[in-house]
């Protein structure tokens, strides 16, 4: 159980991270076109997507990434929250 949850953990992690440099990469021209900027979006678009129907933007300013952000580090407390209690 333990490698199972560490997995999960470690997955969640690096989604994360993928996350964060996906939504600074809107700041630069351009880069949501390179190769890595598509392969992030091909990953954090699915997940984006939900949240950006539900939370309209403030203007000019998206704050659906932020709850996106929010809920997946949720999860990952709930996750370790769970493991805990089966320990």
């Known amino acids: 159980m333990d490698i ?9 992690q690096i989604y994360s991270w993928a996350l964060i440099i996906y939504i600074l990469m809107s700041w630069f021209p351009n880069a949501r076109g390179s190769s890595i900027g ?3 979006s091909r990953i954090c678009e699915p997940y984006l997507e939900p949240f950006r129907r539900i939370i309209p933007p ?5 704050i659906s990434p932020i709850v ?3 809920v997946l580090n949720f ?3 709930g996750l370790h929250s769970v493991y805990l209690w089966l320990t």
């Open 75 to 77: 999860a990952q407390s």
């Open 4 to 12: 199972v949850f560490g997995i999960l953990q470690r997955l969640i």
């Open 68 to 70: 996106a952000f929010l």
């Open 38 to 40: 598509q392969f992030l």
């Open 58 to 62: 403030l203007g000019m300013i998206d």
